[in-house]
């Protein structure tokens, strides 16, 4: 997703730059997702409080439809504020399994709970070693912090 920003959220464990929450046990993008891992070959994805600062209050969440594939680095979907409408991009190649319905009527989840009740799909690659594979190439807290200090 891009751009990215600074915001509210539940404080976890994780790296801290400039009062940012970056928590330490997901992977991120350099378009400001984040990736947590859920099972051996599925992962919950949303935009980081970083992202969700920048972009002010989520109005609307446009989700892609279960069943869909992705394909790493490519749009899956958008998120609307007053200020912009941003693409939303997938951190894997994988099958669309499961979006967060809940922001269909409740967009401001995003900025809420970013990394709680405001992700927004479960994508499942092939198998554990695709997984994998496909998560070694994403950031983890230390790696996003630098981006998002720049």
Not at 114 to 126: D, K, N, Q, R, S
Request: proline share 6%; charged share 25%.
């Amino acid at each position: 997703m891009s751009p990215g920003g600074i915001g509210s959220g539940p404080r976890e464990k994780g790296t801290s730059v400039s009062d940012q929450n970056i928590p330490d046990q997901l992977r991120y993008t350099e378009e400001h997702e984040w990736v947590e891992r859920v099972s051996d070959t599925r992962v919950r994805v949303g935009i980081t409080e970083y992202a969700q600062s920048k972009l002010g209050d989520i109005v609307f969440v446009q989700l892609p439809e279960i069943g869909s594939e992705t394909e790493s680095g490519e749009p899956f979907g958008e998120v609307e504020s007053p200020k912009s409408v941003s693409d939303l991009y997938s951190p894997l190649s994988a099958k669309v399994v499961e979006t967060n319905s809940a922001l269909e009527t409740s967009p401001e989840l995003v900025n809420t709970d970013p990394y709680g009740e405001g992700w927004i799909v479960v994508l499942e690659a092939t198998d554990t070693d695709d997984l994998e594979t496909q998560l070694g190439q994403t950031l983890d807290s230390d790696g996003y912090a630098k981006v998002v200090e720049d």
